[in-house]
């Protein structure tokens, strides 16, 4: 733990999971450098301030109805949340500026999710910098929109969706981030609100490293002439004991039963904190995995059925054909569940906090992407650093047993895992004093503590 600096650091988290944990576990690291840290959180999946009793909170009523709080559509949801915070924050975030009693507030820093952050934090002369928690190759393609529309890739239209999009290579069409909603043009809106958020910040910080992605992050550093930081991975930068916030409560039952289990036998399947499944979808995965005969660990978060609360899709008898073979819960303590001996493949969404965690602890995934950037993570788990398997056919028993057992008894798996422990070295390396990310934490400390005077230049 560094002295501290008498610089308070504000940020604004966007109440999502694979939002907030990253956020948290930055919030952390800053913490660990010297900055008093102050959280501003929303009603909405509010956190529990006990988890990090060294931050300071402010809750902010975000007045979502019960219809509203419980949207599935996740752009609509997100529209409501800009639309009802934006004055909350405002006002929250003036009176913390204003407050002299505490030490003066070096930067905001926010989810660019929030499209009013700039210009609330512009008015207050704060300068705002940004975390972009997905991968910075994502970033890079969100960025390259305008271009990707031009060239007839976006929308994407079936016929195309095979085709390889050149500017970047692996990517195929079908691979392209989107979010499906009632209103399509609420997905553009976003894309081009995350450009604009990012190019108006004093910089953004990356949960990758540069050995993982250093490609996009020079394509970025060319492209956006503002600093970036990648200072990942998050979660191996923090202690264990400081990890993150939960909005569902973890199920510890799933470690004993791992402890009962041979050593990498078995399959771990999570789909993260959004995405669902139908009946029939669901029914595939249970009969895939129950006809691998390999035991497996199921994370089925509550309502993530449609149509059902939990498990009654399940046939009777189901759990007898298992003999034991499969543990089921409803949300698992993911990062302890990675690193565990057990474990020995991880079927994920390929959400960007899923496939980082999977690669530090050097399990190799079977992908099966949903939406947003998990379609781009996935591509890249398989076709660049080749070390997860995509599920590219749709969900069906046959296959997810194919992959199931080439992973878990044929060459291929261990081919990963030998390419999984050299990168997991290079993040271990880039964490080190003189590696990659422990740099550009240091960068980033300099440069939020010469702030003051940028944004004085910037607003005279
Ligand atoms: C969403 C998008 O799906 C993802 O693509 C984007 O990069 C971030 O926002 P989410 O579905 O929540 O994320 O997936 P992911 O990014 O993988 O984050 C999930 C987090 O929840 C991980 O940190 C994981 O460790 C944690 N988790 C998941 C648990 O702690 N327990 C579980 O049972 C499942």
Redesign the pocket.
């Known amino acids: 733990m560094e002295q501290r600096n008498g610089r308070r650091l504000i940020l604004l988290p966007l109440p999502?999971?694979?939002?907030m944990?990253p956020m948290l576990e930055l919030a952390n690291i800053l913490y660990f450098k010297g900055f008093s840290i102050t959280i501003i959180h929303t009603s909405f999946n509010s956190l529990n301030p006990s988890t990090h009793p060294h931050f300071t909170y402010h809750l902010i009523s975000d007045n979502l109805s019960e219809s509203e709080a419980v949207e599935k559509d996740l752009l609509l949801l997100i529209s409501h949340l800009n639309r009802k915070c934006y004055e909350p924050f405002r006002e929250c975030f003036a009176s913390l500026v204003s407050d002299a009693s505490k030490e003066p507030v070096a930067c905001l820093i926010s989810d660019p999710v929030f499209d009013f952050t700039q210009s609330v934090a512009e008015s207050l002369k704060i300068p705002r910098i940004m975390l972009r928690?997905?991968s910075a190759s994502f970033t890079a393609v969100i960025s390259a929109f305008p271009l990707l529309q031009g060239k007839g890739y976006i929308p994407k239209l079936d016929s195309r969706l095979g085709e390889p999009v050149t500017e970047f290579s692996p990517l195929r069409v079908k691979d392209l981030p989107v979010i499906n909603s009632s209103d399509p043009e609420r997905f553009f809106k976003l894309v081009h609100n995350l450009t604009y958020q990012t190019k108006a910040s004093y910089g953004f910080i990356f949960n990758t490293f540069e050995d993982l992605e250093q490609h996009a992050l020079a394509t970025l550093r060319k492209e956006f002439h503002i600093p970036i930081f990648p200072i990942g991975p998050f979660h191996k930068c923090v202690p264990a004991t400081t990890s993150?916030s939960?909005f569902l409560s973890?199920d510890w039952s799933c470690i004993s039963w791992l402890n009962t289990q041979a050593q990498k036998s078995v399959i771990y399947v999570?789909f993260?904190?959004?995405?669902t499944l139908d009946e029939a979808q669901f029914l595939e995965i249970a009969w895939g995995l129950a006809n691998s005969k390999q035991p497996f660990l199921w994370?089925v978060r509550p309502g993530s059925i449609s149509g059902s609360d939990w498990l009654e899709p399940l046939p009777s008898g189901f759990h007898e054909t298992l003999n034991g073979r499969g543990h089921i819960v409803k949300?698992?303590?993911?990062?302890e569940v990675l690193a565990h001996q057990s474990v020995g493949v991880f079927w994920t969404?390929?959400?960007?906090?899923?496939?980082l965690?999977s690669i530090c602890e050097g399990v190799p995934m079977i992908c099966t992407p949903f939406f947003?950037?998990?379609m781009l993570?996935a591509r890249y788990a398989s076709d660049v650093w080749e070390v997860g398997l995509h599920l590219e056919n749709g969900l069906e028993r046959g296959e997810i047993e194919r992959a199931i057992r080439s992973l878990m008894m044929e060459k291929k798996g261990d081919q990963m895992r030998d390419r999984l422990s050299k990168i997991k070295e290079k993040a271990n390396i880039c964490l080190r004093q003189g590696g990659s990310s422990y740099q550009s934490l240091n960068d980033l400390v300099d440069h939020i503590l010469s702030l003051e005077s940028l944004a004085l230049i910037k607003h005279d």
């Not at 999502?16 to 939002?19: A, D, I, N, P, T």
């Not at 949300?331 to 990062?335: G, R």
């Open positions: 999502l999971q694979g939002h944990n928690t997905g993150t939960r973890q999570s993260g904190s959004i995405a994370v949300w698992a303590p993911q990062k969404h390929s959400g960007w906090n899923s496939t965690e947003g950037d998990q993570n």
